[in-house]
């Protein structure tokens, strides 16, 4: 009897251990979208800023180049608001094109998302980690093991598929 005792407790432990690891993993992927997030954010920053100013700083030169240029540097104007249209088409026609960190909001709901879960199943197991029944501990146990691994794969897939249909999209609108 003993040694089915020990057994149980052995199963138990197993499966609290699996279900460690499974929740370190999640929090692990989660920080992975934080950090995924943050760099996305700081490219989406940096492409808008240069758009702004560039968008901005294009027409105020245009109209200061054609109200005060002398005949001596008129042909350098003339070059510098080529070049600021030019640029100002490039980055923002690079920026729709490649959309340079626009995921961030989806990045950032995954990394949540995946918090939140490991937390309501922490939550969730406690009462189930302090029972003395090494056999309800090890069905509970399994199971939000399990439940966790299909919340957290059903996060990682949405989170892929939404970043996939953002690059095909502008491919279908094309066809």
């Known amino acids: 009897?003993?040694?089915?005792?020990?057994?149980?407790?052995?199963?138990?432990?197993?499966?609290?251990?699996?279900?460690?690891?499974t929740l370190h993993s999640?929090?692990?992927?989660?920080?992975?979208?934080?950090?995924?997030?943050?760099?996305?954010?700081?490219?989406?920053?940096?492409?808008?800023?240069?758009?702004?100013?560039?968008?901005?700083?294009?027409?105020?030169?245009?109209?200061?180049?054609?109200?005060?240029?002398?005949?001596?540097?008129?042909?350098l104007f003339s070059i510098l608001a080529i070049c600021l249209t030019a640029g100002t088409?490039?980055?923002t026609g690079l920026q729709a094109a490649f959309k340079w960190g626009e995921g961030f909001?989806?990045?950032m709901i995954a990394a949540l998302q995946l918090d939140e879960l490991v937390g309501s199943i922490k939550l969730e197991s406690l009462l189930y980690r302090t029972t003395t029944d090494h056999g309800i501990k090890y069905d509970k146990m399994k199971e939000l093991y399990d439940k966790t691994w299909q919340q957290m794969r059903k996060v990682i897939q949405t989170h892929s598929q939404?970043?996939?249909?953002?690059?095909?999209?502008?491919?279908?609108?094309?066809?």
């Open 1 to 21: 009897m003993n040694e089915e005792a020990n057994k149980g407790k052995q199963r138990a432990e197993m499966a609290e251990k699996a279900l460690d690891d």
């Open 26 to 75: 999640a929090m692990e992927k989660a920080r992975e979208y934080q950090d995924l997030a943050r760099r996305q954010r700081k490219k989406y920053s940096i492409a808008k800023f240069f758009a702004v100013v560039l968008g901005v700083s294009t027409p105020t030169f245009v109209a200061f180049q054609t109200q005060h240029s002398g005949d001596s540097y008129k042909l």
């Open 89 to 91: 088409g490039i980055v």
């Open 105 to 107: 909001g989806r990045s």
């Open 162 to 175: 939404s970043e996939i249909a953002e690059v095909t999209e502008p491919v279908k609108r094309q066809e």
